[in-house]
């Protein structure tokens, strides 16, 4: 199985900030990467896929970059709705893996 | 606006059984393949199992193989997660998952439904 691994594991912001986080997996997906957003109590919803594509309705300042192993998410002026968890998850092959997931706070 | 909504949740005993529905609505449900992924008690999303959407193709994770079985009833637009033997590490959410296509066996899922709680006591 691939293995997920994002960091860091939380991180503290403030409104406004630009927030990066990464995941690597153990060996290359290609493109195959996305990205999700949790909030407490509910199911996930879909960020990014493919690496960069934006899914509909997600604002912009949210996108999605890298290949191969290394991959980052970003979030260009972190708003109030943002803090929540964050993972990856790879869709290169079965069976679909995860990242430990990132949750960001409020500094 | 998809809608994925999972109910039969609960509290069972170790070695028990439980079956999970996922009703689903506002999209052509026999089009899409479906998953279903679980979330322990503050931990992480952990995949569970796979369904294609005309249900010829199943697959699982290693720790849920032999023990869970998914389907599908399209005439319903229902997919559903039969649990037995279960464990007290099967104590989580479960979600159920649309992907974006019919044999998209490892995702990406693009909508998910609210979750039902399985609790499994000692």
């Known amino acids: 199985d691939i293995q997920m691994t994002q960091s860091p594991s939380s991180l503290s912001a403030s409104l406004g900030d630009r927030v990066t986080i990464t995941c690597r997996a153990s060996q290359s997906i290609s493109s195959y990467l996305n990205w999700y957003q949790q909030k407490p109590g509910k199911g996930p919803k879909l960020l990014i896929y493919?690496?960069?594509s934006l899914q509909s309705g997600v604002p912009s300042r949210f996108s999605g970059s890298g290949s191969g192993t290394d991959f980052t998410l970003t979030i260009r002026s972190l708003q109030p709705e943002d803090f929540a968890t964050y993972y990856c998850?790879?869709?290169?092959?079965?069976?679909?893996?995860f990242g430990g997931g990132t949750k960001v706070e409020i500094k | 606006q998809v809608q994925l909504v999972e109910s039969g949740g609960g509290v069972v005993q170790r070695g028990g059984s439980l079956r999970l529905s996922c009703a689903a609505s506002?999209?052509?449900?026999?089009?899409?393949?479906m998953h279903w992924v679980r979330q322990a008690p503050g931990k992480g999303l952990e995949w569970v199992a796979f369904?294609?959407?005309?249900?010829?193709?199943?697959s699982y994770a290693d720790s849920v193989k032999g023990r869970f079985t998914i389907s599908r009833d399209n005439s319903k637009n229902t997919l559903y997660l039969q649990m037995s033997s279960l464990r007290a590490e099967d104590t989580a959410v479960y979600y159920c998952?649309?992907?974006?296509?019919?044999?998209?066996?490892?995702?990406?899922?693009?909508?998910w439904g609210q979750g039902t709680l399985t609790t499994v006591s000692s």
């Open positions: 998952a649309k992907t974006r296509a019919t044999i998209a066996a490892a995702g990406p899922f693009d909508y």
């Open positions: 506002r999209f052509s449900f026999s089009n899409y393949a």
């Open positions: 369904i294609r959407d005309d249900g010829t193709t199943k």
């Open positions: 493919a690496a960069y």
């Open positions: 998850q790879q869709s290169y092959s079965a069976p679909p893996t």
